[in-house]
């Protein structure tokens, strides 16, 4: 398998991960790691793929069932599979983990090691503040490391005046973040959006941000490019 870990200086207690879509054993527009059980890949081949990522964390991984939204569950869970966008913990072993192919997913940790989290982004949920919600689980959410991972980059993320207006509306420095084009739409950029709104939550230790997923097709998923394909995972843990 080829999985990323972040460049970020996270205390040596807290562990981080995303996966690529490289070696698992998938198949076709799947092929080869999709941790997505929703995409309409074989189950048998998912849950081997998923048994694959469970060997490279050390803990208990919770699956999300992700919604574009706001919320956020505090790990160890009594729902199996969580309506939410985000995943917070403070006990060790609990494998804080989102499902993305263009979406920007965000790993969150304490300066001390003792909290972590992870949130799936989309231009929905960054604009409804789902980072913010995640940032409020924790004690001292200025005193926060962030990293940022794969997710469709600035000249491939193309949307409608209807988003653009939305993030304006709401903050008009986020017109730095969008560039027109010729057909009367933009390229949003989806870190600097991300990067402004935790900046503005008091966060100054904001890393990565160097991917595409849309470009780097082979390393990455990307939704906006394929339509029907395979999920990576970001994840993020607490040891001992």
Known sequence: MR????DWPAPSNVRALTTTRVGGVSHGRFSSWNLGMHVGDAPDDVAKNRLLLAKQVEG????LDQVHGTQVTRLPSQDPHPKADAAFAETTGQVCTIMTADCLPVLFCSDDGQQVAAAHAGWRGLLHGVLESTLSMFEAPS????WLGPAIGPQAFEVGEDVYQAFTTLSPEAKVAFMPTDNHKYFADLYMLATQRLQQAGVTAVYGGEF???QQADQFYSYRRDGQTGRMATCIWRVK
């Not at 999985?3 to 972040?6: D, G, R, S, V």
């Not at 005193?143 to 962030?146: G, K, P, Q």
């Open 3 to 6: 999985y990323l870990e972040p």
């Open 60 to 63: 208990d991984i919770t699956w």
């Open 143 to 146: 005193r926060c490391l962030v």
């Open 212 to 214: 595409c997923t849309y």
